[in-house]
């Protein structure tokens, strides 16, 4: 290369592909530039930067039978304004609607926030908890598509090499539709703020017996990637909705916290954190309120 950055607009994957066929050097994509225009402060510009806001069906949310599908440059604004994401989706509407600002959400993208793997990236908890999978073209023109921990692999490290694209993201929808999920964080301020913590959890109902089936229970900013709490999981699953649910859930929150980031300076901060993050998931998923535990186990 010559040392500039060139420019392409590409209007369908095919012409993606066409524009990095051959090329040797370093490849940026770029959606909304919001995390892009952070990360290049100070460092040398790829040599070739690839705007994808413009590719057709990348902007575009379907729903269809078996799933939802989200092109990878659907915007934050676009995702929590969804009606069908807002419905059968809620952990990702709310996580969307929790990024940034307006002008931030009205930039961001899905696939920026998946690529970009920040622990504190506030969909990608939510997208993991609802067995999110994931589609990319690789640089050779093979599409593959991935589930989510395949891909988002550590602290801003994903599976993706130089030129391969996100391209979809595929959400699995439930028939009869008894799942419900939702998604809390907390940061220093409400309003601009990245997550110093967040939770994401989607469950399967019995509404008839008012039992909890099945669970899956993520949280971001807790490790390099979004964790899978399996013992938080197991304090819901095949559970009456009550009290007693509610107390083992948030025994079990604080536990997970001391397991992940155990002697950390934030340890003691983020396990009395997730105890009112865990309530306000408990009132989201079951629209009722639940009572803080009165005994509160020291940290281990
Ligand atoms: C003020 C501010 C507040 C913020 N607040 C939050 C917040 O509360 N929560 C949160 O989660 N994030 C937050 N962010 C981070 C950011 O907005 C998100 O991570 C955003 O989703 C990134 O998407 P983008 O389209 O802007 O990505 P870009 O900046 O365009 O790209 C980011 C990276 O991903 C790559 N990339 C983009 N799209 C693709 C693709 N389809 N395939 C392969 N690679 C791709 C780019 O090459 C680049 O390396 C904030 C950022 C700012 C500046």
Known sequence: M??????????TVDEVTAATRGLDGRIAYVAGATDLIIAQDGIPWPDLVIDIT????????????????????TTMTTLSNHKTIGTEMMALARAAAKVGSVQIRNRATIGGNIASAMPAGDLLPA????????GILRR????????????VVGRGETCLGNGDLITTIYLPRETPKRRISAFVKTGPREVLTIARLGVAASIRLNPKLNRVEDARVVAGALAPVPLRMHQVEATLRDREIGQPLADDFLFALSQAVDAAIPGRHSQPYKRRAITGLGLDLLQQLFNREFDIPSVQAEPA
């Open 2 to 11: 010559n040392g500039r950055t060139g420019v392409a607009r590409p209007r």
């Open 54 to 73: 413009q590719v057709a069906g990348f902007n575009t949310v379907e729903v269809s039978r078996g799933f939802i599908r989200i092109g990878a440059a």
């Open 127 to 134: 997208l993991h908890c609802l067995g999110a999978r994931i």
């Open 140 to 151: 050779d023109g093979l599409h593959e598509t991935l589930g989510f921990e395949a891909v």
